[in-house]
């Protein structure tokens, strides 16, 4: 059964919930560690609860503290257009299979999801190919959360075709998928 999309903004203090929490954003890793997480719940018959942050750009965060609360509005409501089309896409027809809620939560991915999944059974991340100056300026969320979460943590990798986006070594073939 397929639970409404839903904008909670609680902090979740309860331990032990019942739930598999998963992070979101629109890339392909996400989507495997979505599809990973949505086979779990269904297999163990936890519900699933999705995560997506998004932050406010600098004119954003200009503009709301200059008072206009309408750009957090509008910026919460389209993140979670965005996550919902990502969640059915990710799903497909599987998405009423299983129980899911969708949070949508401005703020640094890392830190919002350690916070979301504690007490949890588990969180859920994807983990792309990050080298060099990408996983310098922007970090890694999988690394965060793996040094971070008082829950077990599940790190799903990118897909193949991602993963081998770096090309080919000197040999000609293709440079293995990353650990994390």
């Known amino acids: 059964m397929n639970e409404q999309a839903v904008d909670r903004t609680d902090q979740h203090t309860s331990s ?16 495997g560690a979505l599809r990973w997480a949505a086979d779990h719940a269904a297999t163990t018959g936890l519900p699933l609860h999705v995560v997506h942050c998004w932050q406010l750009g600098n004119l954003g965060a200009a503009a709301f503290a200059a008072g206009t ?10 993140a979670r257009a965005r996550a ?35 007490g949890s059974r588990m969180l859920v991340v994807g983990t792309g190919e990050h080298k060099g100056l990408r996983r310098a300026v922007l970090g890694s969320v ?7 979460a008082s829950v077990p943590v599940v790190a799903v990798p990118a897909p193949a075709a991602e993963a081998t986006v770096a090309g080919p070594d000197r040999r000609g073939m293709a440079a293995p998928p990353p650990l994390l």
């Open 16 to 31: 032990d919930r019942p739930e598999l929490v998963v992070g979101l954003d629109d890339g392909a890793a996400s989507a």
């Open 69 to 78: 609360g309408a750009v957090l509005q509008a910026g919460t409501e389209d």
């Open 84 to 118: 919902t089309r990502c969640v059915l896409d990710a799903l497909g027809g599987d998405s009423a299979a299983v129980r899911w809620s969708l949070e949508i939560v401005e703020g640094p991915a890392g830190p919002v999801l350690v916070n979301r999944s504690a």
């Open 142 to 148: 999988s690394h965060y959360v793996l040094s971070h």
